[in-house]
C-alpha cells in the first residue's frame, strides 16, 4: 500500500501564510491525503498544515531590523534541518520569506529533497544573481508574475508561470453601501482607508502620517473619515497608542480589509501585497514607503527596478503614485490624494487598474500551483522508492 504524500510547507510572513493556506487547502483539495508540515502561521495551521514553527510575530524589514532576530531564525535553520532529516518529506514548498528561504534551500537541495518555490525571490528587482542562485537550488519556481517568469527562465531555472493568486483569492468588491452597513461606517460621508502594514517597524513609522495626511486633505474634502485597516497580528490597542489626540475620529477594524476596501472612496497604502490588492478591488490609492535609512541606502544601491509598488512594476510605468523615504510626508500623501479624487483621474485609474488584471494572468493559480507540488512530491516519491 502506498503511503501519503509528505510535504513540507514554509512560510515566514503574514503574506506568505495567507498564500500557502490557500496553497494548502488546494493541494488537500486535489489530495486529501497528503500529509502537510512545516512553519507557516495561524491560517496555514486552520488550512491543514501541521505547525512546527510560527515565525509571523518575528518577521522584520531590512538588514540592519533583521539582525535583531538572526539567531533566532538560524536555530530555526538548524531544527527545521533536523525535521527534514527525520521526516523524510516528499518534496517542499517554499513560499517568499527570501533571506531565510534560500538558505533553507540550499539545506534542501544537500539532503535531496526536491523543492518549489512559490512566490520565489524579487530577482527582477535584485538582479540576476539572485535568480541563479535560485535556479541552481530549488527543483522549480512557481512564477506569479509574467517578468519574473522572464528573469528565472533566463537564469537557467525550471519555471512555469501559473499567474497570480490574488486573481483567485480577491473576492469581487461589494456595493459600497452593503459594504458600510456590514462595518458600521457611515453612509453618507467620503471614506478613507489606511493600510500601513502587517510589520510593527512599517505601522510605527507610517500611522502618524497617514493620520497627518488625513488632517490636510480635509482643507479639500471637510467631511472625510479614515478607516483603519489593523493587521490581525497587532493588538488594536497599539493603533490607539500611535493616533494619540487622532484616535476619536478613527475607524479601527481589524481583519477586515477586502471590506473596507469595498467601502472607501480612497486609500494610502503601505507599498506590499496590499497595493495589488487595492488594484484589483478597484480603489484610487497612494503607495507610501519609509524604512530605515540605512536599509533604504543599501536597498538603492542594489535594487534594479525604478518602481516599489507593486502595481507599477506589473504595468511598467507608474500608474499608482508611490512616495519613498523622504518623500512620504503627509503633505506629499495629502496632495496626491486630492489629485486622484479627481473625476477624470479616477477614470484614468480604472483603465490602468484593467490592464493590470489582464497581465496578472486568467485565474486559476493556486489549483495550478497544487498540481505542480503534487507532481514534483510524487516524483520525490519515486525517487526515495527507487
Not at 509528505?6 to 497528503?34: C, F, W
Not at 510575530?57 to 538548524?78: D, H, K, M
Not at 482607508?193 to 486633505?217: D, H, N, T
Not at 500623501?333 to 487598474?353: F, G, P, T, V
Request: hydrophobic share 45%; net charge neutral.
Amino acid at each position: 500500500m502506498m503511503q501519503r504524500l509528505k510535504i513540507m510547507l514554509v512560510a515566514g510572513e503574514a503574506s506568505g501564510d495567507l498564500h500557502g493556506s490557500y496553497l494548502a487547502r488546494e493541494i488537500l483539495r486535489q489530495q486529501p491525503d497528503t500529509r502537510l508540515f512545516g512553519m507557516g502561521g495561524t491560517l496555514m495551521k486552520e488550512a491543514g498544515v501541521r505547525l512546527l514553527f510560527n515565525p509571523t510575530s518575528i518577521s522584520t524589514i531590512g538588514f540592519l531590523e533583521a539582525l535583531r532576530s538572526v539567531q533566532v531564525l538560524r536555530r530555526v535553520l538548524l531544527k527545521l534541518g533536523e525535521i527534514v532529516d527525520r521526516q523524510q518529506p516528499d518534496a517542499a514548498v517554499l513560499i517568499d520569506f527570501p533571506g531565510f528561504n534560500m538558505r533553507f534551500a540550499e539545506i534542501l537541495k544537500r539532503k535531496g529533497i526536491p523543492c518549489v518555490y512559490y512566490f520565489s525571490p524579487s530577482a527582477w528587482a535584485w538582479g540576476r544573481g539572485r535568480a541563479e542562485k535560485v535556479a541552481e537550488t530549488v527543483t522549480k519556481v512557481a512564477a506569479v508574475f509574467p517578468f519574473e517568469y522572464d528573469v528565472y527562465k533566463e537564469a537557467g531555472a525550471d519555471v512555469e508561470f501559473v499567474g497570480h493568486p490574488l486573481l483567485d483569492i480577491v473576492p469581487e468588491r461589494i456595493p459600497r453601501d452593503e459594504a458600510r452597513s456590514m462595518l458600521g461606517l457611515p453612509q453618507e460621508v467620503p471614506l478613507i482607508a489606511l493600510l500601513p502594514g502587517s510589520r510593527r517597524q512599517e505601522i510605527k513609522g507610517l500611522v502618524p502620517i497617514m493620520l497627518k495626511a488625513v488632517e490636510l486633505l480635509r482643507r479639500r474634502i471637510p467631511d472625510i473619515e479614515p478607516v483603519m485597516a489593523a493587521a490581525q497580528t497587532i493588538p488594536v490597542e497599539e493603533y490607539r497608542k500611535l493616533a494619540g489626540d487622532k484616535y476619536g475620529g478613527l475607524h479601527v477594524i481589524q481583519g477586515q480589509t477586502y471590506e473596507i476596501l469595498s467601502a472607501v472612496d480612497l486609500a494610502v497604502v503601505a507599498c506590499g501585497t496590499a497595493t495589488l490588492e487595492t488594484a484589483l478591488l478597484g480603489v484610487p490609492q497612494v503607495a507610501v514607503y519609509r524604512i530605515s535609512s540605512s536599509t533604504y541606502y543599501v536597498a538603492k544601491m542594489l535594487v534594479r527596478t525604478p518602481y516599489i509598488a507593486l502595481p507599477n512594476i506589473v504595468a511598467g510605468r507608474e500608474i499608482v503614485p508611490e512616495l519613498i523615504q523622504n518623500d512620504s510626508t503627509p503633505e506629499n500623501i495629502a496632495a496626491h490624494l486630492e489629485r486622484i479624487w479627481q473625476e477624470d483621474e479616477r477614470r484614468r485609474i480604472e483603465a490602468d487598474y484593467a490592464e493590470i488584471r489582464k497581465r496578472l494572468g486568467e485565474g486559476g493559480a493556486v489549483s495550478k500551483a497544487a498540481g505542480i507540488v503534487l507532481d514534483i512530491a510524487k516524483q520525490g516519491r519515486g525517487a526515495h522508492e527507487g
